[in-house]
């Protein structure tokens, strides 16, 4: 199973990104997805979640902001990021719960590479 996330780039303050995220491999199901960051010198902290269904949840200083999607057809998550801040610059890496028709009973988490956001002020 792979992850890979792109859509990261340099942005001014107040300005938007899209991130997606295309997993890929031997899938048989996806369950809750995600994206994380690290910044420099700081721990890696959760950004959004989004399950199956559709429930999201949001880290407090990205609502109202950021938005987490997916598609399940396409095997995607997307992170739709907007008024940002240069406290927002990191690494972005995706991470998705998933079932491998090996063992379909067994889920565990695979991450991407990350793609990196930088927010100038």
């Known amino acids: 199973v792979q992850l890979q996330a792109s859509g990261g780039g340099l942005v001014q303050a107040g300005g938007s990104l899209r991130l997606s995220c295309a997993s890929s491999?031997?899938?048989?199901?996806?369950?809750?997805m995600g994206w994380y960051r690290q910044a420099p010198g700081k721990q890696r902290e959760l950004v959004a979640t989004?399950?199956?269904?559709?429930?999201?949840h949001y880290e407090d200083s990205v609502k109202g902001r950021f938005t987490i999607s997916r598609d399940n057809g396409k095997k995607m998550v997307y992170l739709q990021m907007n008024s940002l801040k240069p406290e927002d610059t990191a690494v972005y890496c995706c991470?998705?719960?998933?079932?491998?028709?090996?063992?379909?009973?067994?889920?565990?988490?695979?991450w991407g590479q990350g793609t990196q956001v930088t927010v100038s002020s």
């Open positions: 989004i399950t199956s269904g559709g429930n999201t």
């Open positions: 991470t998705a719960e998933v079932a491998t028709p090996q063992a379909i009973n067994v889920r565990r988490y695979y």
């Open positions: 491999g031997s899938i048989f199901g996806i369950y809750d």
